[in-house]
T-cell receptor
Framework: GDSVTQMEGPVTLSEEAFLTINCTYT??????LFWYVQYPGEGLQLLLK?????DKGSNKGFEATYRKETTSFHLEKGSVQVSDSAVYFC??????????????FGKGTKLSVKP | GAVVSQHPSRVICKSGTSVKIECRSL??????MFWYRQFPKQSLMLMAT?????????EQGVEKDKFLINHASLTLSTLTVTSAHPEDSSFYIC????????????FGPGTRLLVL
């Protein structure tokens, strides 16, 4: 079945370091892809998304490109801040015409950014 | 942005008791709500999907008689873990999608359940 695999954490970086969190998916076809972020004590929030191949989602300095050749959607940020410390979830979802399938999540990657 | 709240945020109960978790959409009407369960270092697993006024649709392997879901209004869904056992200890997260059916789901902060 469909699945999402993301790199295990925790990832610890110094402020202003470059961030990459790898995410690959297994699916027959081209689902929509998402990155969600969960800050301590809060619910998951949509960070960015891409709905078709070669789309780039971006938000708050984070970027991810939908790569169908490698079935990947890696999350990147050029210079992380302490406030980026959170758990990041990669997810996929199918769209069926006018209706939506369910989100399928990866296990999450905890990021800690040190000052 | 839209906010989803959960109550309680943390609950400890004795084995055999029932626990109710509330999920509310605070500034929008949620036609569809989802309940997830998350084990440590695991992904969120969808337990069930509920639409306001109708019975919930449970995922394979989820006992509907153990995890009772009520979506009585457009802003409230409840999950009741009946006759809880230690293996039910987990992190339960609800999510809501608004009336317009836009792509974004809004998530609650989760409820930590510990069954002794």
């Amino acid at each position: 079945g469909d699945s999402v695999t993301q790199m295990e954490g925790p990832v610890t970086l110094s402020e202003e370091a470059f961030l990459t969190i790898n995410c690959t998916y297994t699916a027959t076809g081209y689902p929509s892809l998402f990155w969600y972020v969960q800050y301590p004590g809060e619910g998951l929030q949509l960070l960015l998304k891409a709905t078709k191949a070669d789309d780039k989602g971006s938000n708050k300095g984070f970027e991810a490109t939908y790569r169908k050749e490698t079935t990947s959607f890696h999350l990147e940020k050029g210079s992380v801040q302490v406030s980026d410390s959170a758990v990041y979830f990669c997810a996929l979802r199918w769209n069926y015409g006018g209706s939506q399938g369910n989100l399928i999540f990866g296990k999450g990657t905890k990021l800690s950014v040190k000052p | 942005g839209a906010v989803v709240s959960q109550h309680p945020s943390r609950v400890i109960c004795k084995s055999g008791t029932s626990v109710k978790i509330e999920c509310r959409s605070l500034d929008f009407q949620a036609t569809t709500m989802f309940w997830y369960r998350q084990f440590p270092k695991q992904s969120l697993m969808l337990m069930a999907t509920s639409n306001e006024g109708s019975k919930a649709t449970y995922e394979q392997g989820v006992e509907k008689d153990k995890f009772l879901i009520n979506h009585a209004s457009l802003t409230l869904s409840t999950l009741t873990v009946t006759s809880a056992h230690p293996e039910d200890s987990s992190f339960y997260i609800c999510s809501a999608r608004d009336w317009g059916g836009r792509e974004t789901q809004y998530f609650g902060p989760g409820t930590r359940l510990l069954v002794l």
